[in-house]
C-alpha cells in the first residue's frame, strides 16, 4: 500500500493517475479504507486534487469519497484540506463534477464539517450547477 501511496504523489503522471484509480478501489471496503489511512494516503490524494490531469484529480476525489464513507474519516478528510479543492472541481467535466459532489456529499454528513461546506459556498455552486442545466 505504501508504494501506491507513494507514487500517487511522486510517479509519473501516468503512475499517478493509476495510483490513485488503484487507492480508489481499494477505499471500497473498510479495511482498505482503514489501511490507506494507516499508510497516510489521505494527503498525497488531497494534494493530487490540484494536479493538472483530470484522472488523477477523479481518482483522487473518487478514493476521498469511498475514504470519506466511514464517519470516523469524514472529519480527516475535511482537515486535510480536501473542501476548497473540491469546490473548485464543480466547476470542471461532468466526471470530476459526480466524483467531487460524491466526495462532498460524503464529508458533509459529519456536523462537524457543515460550517467549513458553508463557509466554501458549496450550496451556491450546487444551486448554480442546477440552474444551468435547465
Do not use: W
Not at 10 to 34: D, K, P, S
Not at 60 to 77: E, H, I
Not at 92 to 104: G, L, T
Amino acid at each position: 500500500m505504501k508504494a501506491i501511496v507513494d507514487q500517487c504523489h511522486n510517479g509519473t503522471e501516468v503512475a499517478q493517475e493509476h495510483a490513485a484509480a488503484t487507492l480508489r478501489n481499494v477505499a471500497r471496503t473498510n479495511i482498505g479504507r482503514l489501511k490507506l489511512v494507516e499508510e497516510k494516503g489521505v494527503p498525497p490524494l488531497v494534494a493530487a486534487l490540484h494536479s493538472s490531469s483530470r484522472k488523477h484529480r477523479e481518482g483522487a476525489a473518487s478514493a476521498l469519497a469511498n475514504v470519506a464513507l466511514l464517519p470516523r474519516y469524514q472529519v480527516l478528510v475535511a482537515n486535510e484540506g480536501a473542501i476548497p479543492p473540491l469546490v473548485a472541481m464543480l466547476h470542471q467535466s461532468n466526471a470530476e463534477q459526480e466524483e467531487a459532489a460524491a466526495a462532498i456529499a460524503n464529508i458533509g454528513v459529519s456536523i462537524k464539517n457543515q460550517p467549513k461546506l458553508i463557509a466554501a459556498k458549496v450550496i451556491p455552486r450546487f444551486f448554480s450547477k442546477e440552474r444551468n442545466l435547465a
